[in-house]
């Protein structure tokens, strides 16, 4: 058959499913992209034709910045529990590079994204074309190279010949729960117009298992012997848990052996907030429950978690001396952390063996009792904070109770950076194991308005809440105009707090007196940003992009806009001021962010004792 380079590529994308239990989808639905002069004459003819012609079915959506498509496609491939993923193309240069924070983002979280970055010529006939970057010291390398260490797969497209194996392995890539994450496809731009006489083999409909790897019998003994000894585990349910859709067969595991449940960011909702086995959040920014547990466990069950440093409260939460992990993960790399008894394997499966091996044990009685009236004890404390009556500005902790309490059951709440996720992952109640979608890996500013676009396109059915802050929101608010355009509903809660209230006590907690956090005017008399308000107002800067908004000054102003937001068919901005320096409940544990050793500060030395202090906790987990 003969089509160019992008327009094969188009034809065999559509063809493409992933199936797991059965159940079937297309694996790529759509793409994401940007057009310039690296992809306008290929790629985006490719789509043209494929729509004019009915040949292959890739619906195209226009993004407002390559980076927030690359955001998006990861709140939609999340949401579909990695089963499916968007292809973003991207013009050469800056539009693609503009890519690489989304690929970083998409790796570190383990979430499928097919990125094609444009590519210079490869004939090199008109080198070098507008935005090439040229190496004296040689001619192979791109811009693109960049994508390198934030790919899963990675590979240049010279000649059409190259183009169906860098395709299968993408795809194979994409698919593997174990490997998955970015995988780009550097297209030169005089490649994608090439035509080629290809195998129609090549376009016949593919479907791409995502396998259930089973754990093998003698790990999964080493495994159970480890539990059965266990008399104060604890679980840690991370975000595999929900990609497996295995929450049900945790809920199995925590009712047979009576082991209770933390949760990672990732990880949170895939048990019930309360069931009587979930302890809430646990690490830096979990909840006093869990963390006084995880101090004392003698065992803990990791499940598809990666033990980030918010995790373990960088090494220090787990503080028995011997304690041992038992790793249940698909990817061999995350079994092996923290010298744990690794289970390679789904965790769906894990969970499900493990609970038919450990028939008769569960935990002491005692135990449980511990559990349920410290879970008791949290829950008055967190209600005190969704309930604070805090005066003038409300607390930000009291805009999340009001918004967690107004939600349904199934609607989304999405989240990325500042203060926010650390109040969520100590305070959100979640039921539903797709409503609390949190992106803690990369904790990227700016996800949030895009990755709640990717999260609607995939589940229009649910209402998806977007909470963004002032800084994030001014980092990346234009995909509003992408759901105005493509009516995909959105209500995005803005908080402002006026700049970087999270970075702004964790510089003061560190002795740097909230130095360079505030959005404020430069005082003359200072020297430093201290000066006057600025007189910026983001409410005005949503409705100009298309949006409806709606302001809030107070808590019960705010359930009412909620309440009208969610009757609107359109995307609504929810206003609301808060005051940056109220308090919110103490998770009771540390995270590492080193602090000057030397310094003329007062404060900074004073900090400094701190760290040294809090740094002893700190151990390797041999
Ligand atoms: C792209 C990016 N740049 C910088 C950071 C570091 N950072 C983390 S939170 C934050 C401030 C966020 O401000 P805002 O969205 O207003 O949230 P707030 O802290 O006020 O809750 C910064 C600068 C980041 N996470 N992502
Ligand atoms: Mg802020």
């Known amino acids: 058959m003969r089509l160019t380079v992008a327009q094969a590529l188009v034809r065999f994308l559509a063809s493409q499913y992933s199936e797991r239990d059965g159940v079937r989808q297309r694996l790529i639905p759509g793409c994401f992209g940007i057009f310039g002069h690296g992809n306008v004459a290929g790629v985006a003819q490719a789509l043209l034709q494929a729509h004019a012609t009915g040949e292959a079915d890739l619906r195209y959506y226009m993004a407002r910045n390559e980076q927030a498509m690359v955001h998006a496609s990861v709140g939609f491939a999340r949401m579909r529990n990695r089963l499916q993923a968007f292809a973003c193309t991207a013009s050469i240069g800056p539009g693609s590079t503009n890519m690489v924070t989304g690929a970083a983002l998409a790796t570190i979280n383990r979430i499928p994204v097919l990125l094609l970055p444009s590519d210079f010529f490869a004939t090199r006939a008109a080198n070098p074309v507008l935005q090439e970057l040229e190496d004296p010291r040689s001619y192979d390398v791109s811009v693109n190279d960049a994508f390198k260490p934030v790919s899963r797969f990675w590979d240049r497209i010279n000649r059409p010949e190259q183009m169906p194996s860098a395709l299968l392995a993408a795809m194979r890539v994409l698919t593997d729960p174990a490997e998955t994450g970015a995988v780009t496809l550097a297209l030169p731009q005089d490649v994608q117009a090439e035509a080629y006489d290809w195998p129609r083999e090549l376009f016949r409909e593919r ?21 059965r000894a266990a008399r104060r585990p604890l679980v840690v349910a991370g975000g595999g848990v929900i990609y497996s859709d295995a929450s049900a067969a ?10 209770p449940v933390a949760d990672t960011q990732a990880g949170k909702g895939a048990l019930a907030w309360d ?9 830096a920014t979990g909840t006093p429950v869990a963390n006084a547990l995880a101090r004392e466990a003698d065992v803990v069950l990791g499940v598809g978690t990666r033990y980030s440093d918010f995790t373990t409260a960088s090494r220090t939460v787990f503080a028995d001396p011997g304690v041992r992990f ?10 092996g952390k923290h010298a744990g008894v690794p289970l390679v394997a789904d965790a769906r499966a894990g969970l499900d063996a493990l ?8 935990v002491e009685e005692a135990y449980g009792e511990r559990v349920r009236d410290l879970a008791a004890r949290w829950r008055q404390v967190a209600d005190l904070a969704f309930h604070l009556g805090h005066q003038p500005l ?21 989240q990325a950076a500042g203060s926010m996720p650390g109040d969520l992952q100590l305070l959100w109640r979640a039921r539903d194991p797709k409503q609390y979608h949190v992106e803690y890996g990369y904790s990227c500013m700016g996800y949030e308005i895009a990755g709640g676009l990717g999260a609607k ?27 105005v355009a493509e009516r995909i509903k959105l209500t995005i809660v803005l908080v402002d707090n006026r700049g970087f209230a999270s970075i702004g006590s964790l510089s003061e907690s560190l002795g740097s007196q909230r130095f360079g956090t505030s959005y404020r005017y430069r005082n003359p008399e200072t020297g430093l940003l201290d000066g006057d308000v600025l007189p910026v107002d983001l409410a005005a800067n949503a409705a100009s992009l298309g949006a409806d908004v709606l302001r809030a ?7 009412d806009a909620l309440a009208r937001a969610k009757e609107a068919d359109r995307t609504t901005v929810v206003y609301v001021q808060t005051d940056p320096l109220a308090p919110v409940p103490s998770s009771q544990a540390w995270w590492d962010v080193p602090v000057a050793e030397v310094s003329a500060l007062a404060s900074t030395q004073k900090a400094r004792e701190a760290y040294d202090e809090a740094k002893r906790a700190q151990r390797p987990y041999l």
């Open 207 to 227: 479907v791409w298992h995502v396998p259930r790897p089973v754990p093998e019998p003698a790990a999964l003994a080493r495994a159970v012997a480890v539990l």
């Open 250 to 259: 945790l809920r199995r595991f925590a009712e047979a052996t009576g082991i």
């Open 275 to 283: 069931h009587p086995g979930a302890v809430g959040g646990v690490g």
């Open 326 to 335: 038992v790793n249940l993960n698909v990817a061999g790399f995350d079994a």
């Open 355 to 362: 609970t038919s091996e450990l028939a008769g044990y569960r």
């Open 394 to 414: 409300p607390s930000q902790t009291e805009i999340l109770g009001a918004l967690n309490e107004f939600m349904g059951e199934r609607d989304v709440v999405v």
């Open 457 to 483: 396109l995939a589940d229009p059915s649910r209402e998806v809440f977007v909470l963004v802050g002032d800084g994030s929101y001014l980092m990346m608010a234009q995909e509003i105009v992408t759901s």
């Open 553 to 559: 000054r107070t808590v019960a102003e705010f359930r």
